[in-house]
């Protein structure tokens, strides 16, 4: 049964209980020649043409249907079979791997896996029609993509090292937080957080924890008339003198100065980098640990 007399000649085998494998064997017929045929003679369909790929259809995989699969890959070992499965598990996909399964698929498809599958297909049939006798079977490999979990960037690997951190000082960082416990919440030792905060923030830790208090006043001057010295303690400044100092730091003015519009200039207001300004304010850093 085909509705496409060109493009790769996939053979369906059924081993449903409902003998349902027609009706998804439709699902390709638009890109691929699909003939459905009975497991014990396929080694005669593999003679009479070059076939592309080896379909078996199960809805619950039981002990005879999978030896069948075993049995055609050893039958035609040059061509690659797809498995298709309704019932799925961690340990049925394993054993479709080490079996040689060309596509492991569950089902019921979508349309993107059909997509995905059906561009895999045609990679793999072009392949084979360019290819000469003697390489045949190195072409019937299949390498899939690697999940989005896996293809992640390193620096992406790096900022979830830090994720529960980061989050936890977004949180609380009007209060006194521990490098040690804050690597804890990493599963990293504290001179590793430390090394890897830097790495992916720019800033240590603290210097993060004080951009973020400094944008909690600035927030709190703009928008409501509590008294500044109050403003400094909510963000977690014990010092109003220290609190003014890293303001006018990072600011370019003081807080009085910045509640009463005195700001400077956007081109001279420091909004750059905290690692640029950090050799300038040394104390800042202490961020009144102690008190």
Same mark, same amino acid.
């Given at each position: 049964?085909?509705?496409?007399?060109?493009?790769?000649?996939?053979?369906?085998?059924?081993?449903? $209980?409902?003998?349902?494998?027609?009706?998804?064997?439709?699902?390709?017929?638009?890109?691929?020649? =699909? @003939?459905? *045929?009975?497991?014990?003679?396929?080694?005669?369909?593999?003679?009479?043409?070059?076939?592309?790929?080896? =379909?078996?259809?199960?809805?619950?995989?039981?002990?005879?249907?999978?030896?069948?699969? &075993?049995?055609?890959?050893?039958?035609?070992?040059?061509?690659? /079979?797809?498995?298709?499965? *309704?019932?799925?598990?961690?340990?049925?996909?394993?054993?479709?791997?080490?079996?040689?399964?060309?596509?492991?698929?569950?089902?019921?498809?979508?349309?993107?896996?059909?997509?995905?599958? @059906?561009?895999?297909?045609?990679?793999?049939?072009?392949?084979?029609?360019?290819?000469?006798?003697?390489?045949?079977?190195?072409?019937?490999? $299949?390498?899939?993509?690697?999940?989005?979990? /896996?293809?992640?960037?390193?620096? $992406?690997?790096?900022? &979830?090292?830090?994720?529960?951190?980061?989050?936890? /000082?977004?949180?609380?960082?009007?209060?006194?937080?521990?490098?040690?416990?804050?690597?804890?919440? =990493?599963?990293?030792?504290?001179?590793?957080?430390?090394?890897?905060?830097?790495?992916? $923030?720019? *800033?240590?830790?603290?210097?993060?924890?004080?951009?973020?208090?400094?944008?909690?006043?600035?927030?709190?001057?703009?928008?409501?008339?509590?008294?500044?010295?109050? /403003?400094?303690?909510?963000?977690?400044?014990?010092?109003?003198?220290?609190?003014? @100092?890293?303001?006018?730091?990072?600011?370019?003015?003081?807080?009085?100065?910045?509640?009463?519009?005195?700001?400077?200039?956007?081109? *001279?207001?420091?909004?750059?980098?905290?690692?640029?300004?950090?050799?300038?304010?040394?104390?800042?850093?202490?961020?009144?640990?102690?008190?």
């Amino acid at each position: 049964m085909s509705n496409s007399p060109q493009g790769p000649l996939l053979l369906w085998v059924d081993l449903t $209980h409902d003998r349902s494998t027609e009706a998804l064997m439709n699902q390709f017929t638009a890109f691929s020649e =699909c @003939r459905l *045929v009975q497991a014990h003679s396929l080694t005669d369909s593999t003679r009479s043409r070059r076939v592309d790929m080896i =379909c078996m259809h199960f809805d619950r995989p039981d002990a005879l249907g999978l030896n069948q699969l &075993q049995q055609v890959k050893r039958a035609a070992p040059s061509i690659p /079979i797809s498995m298709f499965t *309704v019932q799925h598990s961690e340990e049925l996909a394993v054993w479709a791997m080490r079996s040689g399964v060309w596509e492991y698929v569950t089902l019921p498809l979508s349309p993107a896996e059909l997509q995905r599958y @059906r561009q895999a297909l045609e990679r793999l049939y072009e392949l084979r029609q360019s290819s000469n006798v003697g390489s045949r079977r190195a072409l019937s490999e $299949h390498y899939p993509e690697l999940p989005p979990s /896996i293809r992640l960037t390193v620096d $992406h690997q790096k900022h &979830q090292l830090l994720v529960r951190a980061t989050q936890y /000082i977004d949180q609380h960082f009007c209060e006194n937080l521990d490098q040690k416990e804050l690597a804890l919440l =990493c599963g990293l030792t504290p001179s590793r957080f430390s090394r890897l905060f830097r790495e992916v $923030h720019g *800033v240590c830790y603290l210097e993060y924890m004080l951009g973020k208090r400094l944008e909690f006043a600035k927030d709190r001057l703009d928008n409501t008339q509590m008294p500044i010295t109050t /403003i400094g303690y909510d963000a977690g400044f014990r010092d109003p003198s220290y609190f003014a @100092r890293a303001f006018k730091q990072f600011v370019g003015c003081t807080p009085s100065e910045y509640r009463n519009g005195g700001r400077p200039l956007a081109a *001279v207001v420091v909004e750059q980098d905290l690692q640029d300004a950090a050799p300038a304010y040394p104390d800042a850093l202490r961020l009144d640990v102690g008190s």
